[in-house]
């Protein structure tokens, strides 16, 4: 399935159309979809579009001649294969001095590994004759590091040659509900909670829904979960592994790290005693994981000096590390093991509803932060939680008309009643100006609200939002 992506779609195509010489850089972790994407821009183009893989540069060279051959009649190409990189990429340039040419090298990080000098090949074949034509080069690849280091870096020598590029994100949670049309919202919700919004991930469980389970609706999630993530043959149950192993050097450094952080310890120093290391040697970890976005860092949003604030704490911004590590690592032995059924029944289904209600939270956020239009008519400025001894606010915005949204959030079984509104009006008096001027209230629940809540609700102006309606 191909969800959503207009926007990435829209600005390849309007440089396309551009007709001057192009050189854009995509990138994004592995299963983001990145060659999706490029597979539906290259459609109806004249487009040669080469995968790259762990092979030597003369073998590459050979299977990209063989996929340039249907794109371009030229006799010549039938009789030849490109000897070096330069030559070939000289070649495609002559083919397009007259009518545009795509070209995308993907996974272009394993064409380096045999040729470190690549970079600058690259860029003196630029500079030389690339931008002179109209070529469309598409440098594309998975291993994030690799990309923004010796491709995006100032000190790489392609450095201010691209003329676009895009780090291509997980989808919205919205966005992952699209490939779930016979899940209730509910249903929805769990499935981007455990994997996050990876196209390859939300369709494997799409696909087990058909093959496997189509007449068993109770058990939509459950099955998915045991087959994919809690077999040793499952499609996700060594993922993480691959992701660490592809983008860092210390894997193991690192999954300590985010082990204690699914755990419950997100203070620096608390981790750093967790894993045995110095405040300092840990943090440098922990940057190179916000980095590539797979933990972030939370402080008060009413904080002034967020950087410096003591009451940051670290959390993990993937929903399906943050599950892999807090139900499928700590249980490996009893995995392998073939108990998949005792891990599900005892360690997770207890503990879901737990685990979703941080989740809950952080959609709850992206909803005020993309889809405000739809009911609450007022855009945030600044949008977050707040914390402190005393109390603790999952959402507070700072609306552009000088306005706050005070908001709660429940993955409850109930109806939310009116003792959480109270509740929330109570802590809106114990935060510091300016944030408590112009207050408006705000729920979400996953289960309804009370007759008694809407109908105060009504009255005093309070926005309840239901799982519904953030669908």
């Known amino acids: ?29 592995r299963r ?7 597979t539906q821009f290259c459609k109806e183009k004249r487009s040669i579009y080469f995968l790259a893989s762990q092979l030597k540069e003369r073998d590459h060279l050979r299977q990209l001649t063989e996929t340039a051959r249907p794109v371009i009649n030229d006799p010549l190409l039938q009789s030849l294969v490109f000897d070096d990189w330069e030559s070939a990429l000289i070649y495609f340039t002559q083919q397009a001095q007259e009518e545009r040419l795509v070209l995308v090298l993907d996974e272009f990080q394993y064409l380096c590994e045999d040729n470190a000098a690549l ?47 895009l780090r291509l994100m997980s989808l919205s949670y919205r966005d992952s509900g699209y490939f779930f049309p016979e899940y209730s919202t509910k249903e929805k919700l769990i499935a981007y909670g455990i994997l996050g919004g990876i196209p390859a991930y939300l369709n494997r469980f799409a696909l087990h829904r058909l093959n496997h389970s189509p007449n068993a609706p109770e058990k939509a999630l459950e099955q998915p979960i045991k087959d994919e993530l809690l077999s040793p043959q499952g499609y996700l149950f060594d993922e993480v592994n691959f992701l660490l192993r592809m983008e ?117 956020r992206e ?56 509740h929330l009006i109570e802590n809106t008096t114990k935060v510091l100006d300016p944030w408590k001027r112009n207050p408006r209230y705000i729920l979400f629940s996953a289960n309804g609200f009370t007759d008694a809540l809407k109908q105060r609700a009504e009255k005093e102006g309070v926005s309840l939002i239901e799982a519904e309606d953030l669908f």
């Open 1 to 29: 399935m191909f969800i959503n992506r207009h926007q990435e779609l829209a600005a390849l195509e309007r440089m396309f159309q551009s007709g001057a010489a192009e050189f854009f850089v995509l990138y994004g972790r």
């Open 32 to 38: 983001v979809g990145k060659t999706e994407l490029l």
């Open 119 to 165: 970079p600058s090949l690259i860029q003196r074949f630029w500079d030389l004759h690339g931008k002179n034509s109209k070529l469309f080069l598409i440098l594309c690849g998975s291993q994030v590091s690799f990309m923004e280091r010796e491709v995006l870096a100032e000190r790489s020598p392609l450095y201010g040659r691209r003329t676009g590029q």
């Open 248 to 364: 860092l050097r210390e894997p193991r450094t690192y999954a300590s790290i985010l082990q204690a952080i699914a755990g419950g310890t997100t203070r620096l120093n608390e981790i750093s005693q967790r894993i045995g290391l110095s405040p300092t040697d840990t943090n440098k970890y922990l940057s190179v994981l916000r980095e590539l976005g797979v933990v972030k860092r939370e402080t008060p949003v009413t904080e002034r000096a967020p950087q410096k604030s003591k009451k940051g704490v670290y959390k993990i911004a993937d929903n399906y590390i943050k599950f892999w590590f807090r139900f499928v690592q700590p249980n490996r032995s009893l995995i392998e093991s073939g108990n998949a059924d005792l891990v599900h029944q005892q360690m997770i289904a207890p503990n879901l509803s737990q685990y979703m209600g941080e989740i809950f939270e952080g959609i709850c």
């Open 367 to 422: 909803y005020i932060s993309r889809y405000w239009e739809e009911k609450l008519k007022v855009a945030p400025k600044q949008i977050g939680g707040h914390w402190g001894s005393n109390l603790e606010i999952d959402v507070l915005t700072e609306n552009v008309d000088d306005s706050h949204w005070f908001g709660e959030c429940k993955w409850w079984n109930a109806p939310v009643g009116e003792n959480v509104l109270n």
